[in-house]
Structure formats: C-alpha cells, structure tokens
C-alpha cells in the first residue's frame, strides 16, 4: 500500500494529549477483553530458540530477526513474529480449563514491512489464547468470540467519546460476517484486497472467515501458516475455515482496516493436512509439531489484537507513526509533516 495523505487530515490531539489517550485505550481495551474472554495476562518472550517450530511463520515466505547467544554455545534465537504457537504451549504447561485463557503484551520486530500509513518495523498487539473442547472446534463458538471482542472495541470507542467528546464514534452496532468463497463468487473479478475495501464500505465491520484455503479461483484470499489457525476444516455450512480476520472501514484513509487476525486452532488431523497442503511436512519433526500431532496440546483459539492499530483506528489517526515510536524514510517524514501529520 502507498503512502496515503487524506485531504484536509486535522489532528484530533495534540502529541501530549495523543500520549495520555493512548494508554487510556491501552488500559481499557486489555481489562475489557480479558473480561469478555475468560483471560489472565501472563509474560510473554521476546525471542525463541530457532528450530523449535515456535516462532509464528506468518505466510512461511518472511525472515525473522535472529541472533548468536555466545553464553549458549553459539545457539540461534529469533525474535518473534507472533505468539500463535507459544501461547499453545502455554495453556497446557499451565493446566488452564476450558472455557478460560491467557493474553500478553506482544512486541515483534518486522523488517520486511512495507511502510506506510499502517505498516511498521515494530508490531505490538495484544496475543491471546484460550482453551476450547473438541466439541466446541465450530463456527458458532469462532463467531462468539469474534462478537465478544467487538464488543470490548465498541465500548473503548465510546470510552474515547466519553473523554474526547469531538471524536465521535464510526463503529457499527454490529459486525457483518463474510465467507471468503462468498466474497469470491459475488466479485469474482476484483482481488482479495479490492473485495475487501467493497464490503468494509458497504457494512463497517466485517469478520472475513476461510483466510488460507484455496478459492475457486484457484488462489487462497490471503496467506495463512499452515501450523496454527485451522483453514481447512469443513464446517455445518459447507464452507471452510475456522479463522478470518475482523476488518473496519477507515473513513480518515478510505480503506479497509485490519484491526485482528483470529482463528480457531489446528487439530493434529488438521496440521497434518495443512502441513501436506503447502510442502512442509518436515516442519513434523520439530518440537511443538510433534507435541501437537500426539494430542500432549490443547484444543484452542486464539488471534491478535494490534495495540497501535486499534489507537490510531479510535483515535483517527491518519498514520501509525502518530500512535507509535518506529524508524521511518526521511522522505515519509517530510511529505507528513508537510499534511500536517506529525510522527512520533
């Protein structure tokens, strides 16, 4: 995505005011969420060994920071691209219930970000994993939670309203949810991205489900792990995938924002056919893959919520950079400024 600079953009705060409002929405959203998801905050890594299988892959194409840890015989570690699979090994290492969870404050380093009005070098998102029973692996209890969590974003944006009157409230009452082989069929013409901006527009907040299944097209809507949300797996209505993301719609960029990727997790059945799916069944031999496919893991669900993302959403910002500190071009720098959008 290209630099985007909104006509007219006016900052809602000042700096000052921007800092005290974003730990606001910070302190908030994670009391909320928690609340809503049966979750306990626990401490979370910055870096894994590497080859572990622990380290979240993303689309398996994006290289992780890494580093030689001298006191430890030359061993490799990497920096995190997320906590999916960490947080797994979590909940069973602390024995939690179904029907409760745990959430941590994640910071990852990406340096194959394009950056832009959403993109950044440092991600930092809420992570959260809860335990679930085999009988609860469906659509319904994917689309409970994914209502219980825009429930705790539609209250924090009425907190915003509520101290920062002049910043009205976009969301709907709402969240539309959408199937990818639906979204494909109605604009078969148009790509993923292009399908996306259609609905976000038309209805505000969209749950987009079956992120990493292939399309009739022959192409999947967007890339997904193959080791932690389950895309595969058939549900009651006919369709596959038990994750997706939530979507809003950002009348300060005109866009499609992305706000949370979710999902329900791999079964060991359901790794195996994904693992086969896109050739890596070698990934079987590491530890968490191992552990996972002879059942020693919970059944869970699990995503990430962007901290800066959902600030600079409920504050309208027109750039993360407004919510969050992180190296940008000095090229980037100057053509903000210069509309009147200040990076931190």
């Not at 939690?96 to 910071?107: C, F, H, L, Q």
Request: charged share 25%.
């Amino acid at each position: 995505m290209a630099l985007i600079i909104p006509k007219h953009y006016q900052q809602r705060l000042l700096p000052e005011t921007t800092e005290v409002a974003i730990k606001t929405i910070k302190d908030s959203f994670q009391q909320k969420l928690s609340k809503a998801l049966h979750l306990r905050r626990v401490t979370a890594p910055l870096f894994v060994l590497s080859g572990t299988g622990i380290n979240d892959d993303l689309n398996g194409t994006e290289h992780p920071v890494a580093f030689q840890i001298d006191a430890m015989g030359g061993q490799r570690a990497e920096v995190v691209h997320s906590l999916a699979k960490w947080k797994r090994t979590k909940l069973g290492a602390y024995g939690i219930a179904p029907g409760y969870g745990i959430y941590t404050d994640m910071n990852a380093i990406r340096t194959f970000e394009d950056l832009d009005n959403m993109h950044s070098l440092y991600v930092d998102q809420w992570d959260w994993e809860k335990v679930i029973r085999e009988s609860e692996r469906n659509l319904e209890t994917l689309k409970t939670t994914v209502r219980n969590i825009y429930s705790a974003i539609k209250e924090t944006e009425h907190e915003v309203y509520e101290r920062f009157p002049h910043i009205t409230p976009r969301l709907p009452e709402q969240i539309t949810f959408l199937h990818t082989e639906d979204m494909q069929a109605e604009y078969p013409h148009l790509t993923p991205q292009e399908r996306e901006r259609e609905y976000a527009k038309r209805y505000g907040a969209i749950f987009v489900i079956g992120i990493g299944a292939t399309l009739a097209d022959g192409k999947p809507h967007d890339g997904r792990a193959p080791d932690y949300d389950d895309w595969v797996t058939p549900t009651d209505e006919h369709h596959q995938g038990l994750n997706g993301d939530i979507i809003v719609w950002d009348n300060v960029l005109e866009i499609p924002f992305e706000l949370s990727s979710m999902g329900i997790r791999v079964s060991p059945e359901s790794l195996s056919q994904q693992l086969q799916l896109r050739g890596c069944t070698e990934r079987q031999s590491l530890p968490f893959h191992k552990a996972l496919l002879a059942g020693e893991l919970p059944y869970s669900i699990g995503g990430g919520i962007g901290q800066s993302r959902l600030c600079m959403y409920l504050l309208q910002k027109a750039h993360i950079g407004e919510v969050q500190a992180s190296i940008w071009p000095e090229s980037q720098i100057q053509i903000c400024k210069q509309n009147g959008i200040h990076l931190m």
